[in-house]
């Protein structure tokens, strides 16, 4: 199971790694006061940031970085960043990548094994002409278009990751991004990656020579690939669990065919009685109704991006009294009406799915990884 499946991530959930934070703290090379204050603008402690064990969610990430931002008033800082997040920051699923026979499956673990690499954008990998293209998409709704910072860091960490399983010599023909600006600024982004960037584009992508999706990886090596991959299993089962008896309601409340299902119902197939599921549920510092509110705005994401359902279809499968409801509560949760949302986030509706292949009718993708 894919938890980003079961529970698509909201800005809020506590998920990701410190591994940026880090990088950012080892870059700027402040002194632990400077730092302390940085990092205290996302509710962390130093204690947190070294501590392997903590999560954290994308809230708490843009407060630390707009604090760095502060600090060093450079608006490529995150390009900086990601040059530094090298395949041994993700722990045993960079191992994986690295151990891979091929660029394919080394890009397989990536989409897979995504949350375990704090990667916020889906992948999509096109082979046409003799070029690959690797798209980033915007899956789950997270990085608005005004959040620079979020979708040049993944393209900063993606081309690092590339080199370090290619070699230095790797290096795209070009990197397209789907973002408004300057050709000074698109310039000054080229100068730091060593890559020609071009932008206002419509849509995300490193595009290089289809040769290297195929060529074999001088660091192969499959029992390794195989022992990481199994341990990446384990670590994602782990941040699953950790979702304990919440994590369960939520996916019921997900999984939902019609309309939501209630407390007692819910309590039914969990085999407990109501009030014990709410007792339960208090133990963890959360309740049903906490929990059907959580779930209702992840599910009003899914559907805004992933289908054409209207907001009056989506307000009454979410079991809201009207529309006008809905749209209240959205722009609460959000900051902006369903329709507003949709369309900033258009590039979401993709396919959720990593994409490779090439057809023998055409040079278009026809076979799919599932993220599963």
Not at 38 to 51: Q, V
Not at 71 to 94: C, D, K, M
Not at 145 to 169: A, M, N, R, V
Request: hydrophobic content about 40%; proline content about 3%.
């Amino acid at each position: 199971m894919d938890i980003t499946e079961a529970t698509p991530i909201t800005l809020d959930d506590k998920v990701f790694s410190t591994a940026e934070i880090l990088a950012a703290a080892g870059l700027l090379g402040t002194d632990e006061t400077t730092l302390g204050s940085c990092i205290k603008a996302g509710s962390l402690s130093i204690e947190d940031l070294y501590n392997p064990q903590t999560k954290i969610s994308l809230n708490q990430q843009d407060l630390i970085h707009a604090a760095f931002g502060k600090v060093t008033q450079n608006p490529l800082l995150s390009l900086l960043v990601g040059q530094r997040l090298h395949l041994t920051s993700y722990g045993i699923v960079g191992f994986a990548m690295l151990s891979s026979a091929t660029l394919q499956e080394a890009l397989e673990i990536a989409s897979t094994y995504g949350l375990l690499m704090n990667l916020k954008l889906g992948l999509n990998l096109h082979l046409h002409g003799g070029r690959a293209q690797l798209s980033l998409f915007d899956r789950y709704g997270l990085v608005a278009p005004e959040k620079k910072f979020w979708l040049y860091l993944e393209i900063s960490k993606l081309l690092t990751l590339l080199q370090d399983i290619l070699g230095k010599d790797f290096a795209p023909e070009h990197i397209d991004i789907s973002l408004v600006g300057s050709p000074e600024e698109a310039e000054g982004i080229s100068r730091i990656l060593g890559v020609t960037v071009r932008l206002n584009c419509t849509e995300t992508r490193l595009v290089f020579a289809e040769e290297w999706i195929e060529r074999k990886l001088p660091q192969s090596n499959s029992i390794t690939h195989s022992s990481c991959k199994l341990a990446c299993q384990v670590q994602l089962k782990e941040i699953i669990q950790k979702y304990d008896l919440s994590y369960q309601v939520q996916n019921l409340l997900l999984n939902s065919n019609n309309n939501m299902p209630s407390l007692s119902d819910i309590a039914d197939r969990l085999h407990l009685s109501p009030r014990t599921l709410r007792r339960r549920l208090d133990a963890l510092g959360t309740s049903y109704n906490l929990l059907l509110v959580e779930v209702r705005k992840k599910l009003a994401i899914r559907y805004l991006l992933s289908t054409p359902m209207t907001t009056e279809a989506i307000s009454e499968h979410l079991n809201y009294s009207d529309a006008a409801n809905f749209r209240h509560a959205f722009k609460r949760w959000t900051g902006r009406s369903p329709r507003e949302y949709r369309a900033l986030n258009r590039g979401a509706e993709q396919s959720a799915s990593f994409i490779y292949g090439k057809s023998y009718s055409s040079n278009h993708s026809v076979a799919a990884f599932s993220l599963g």
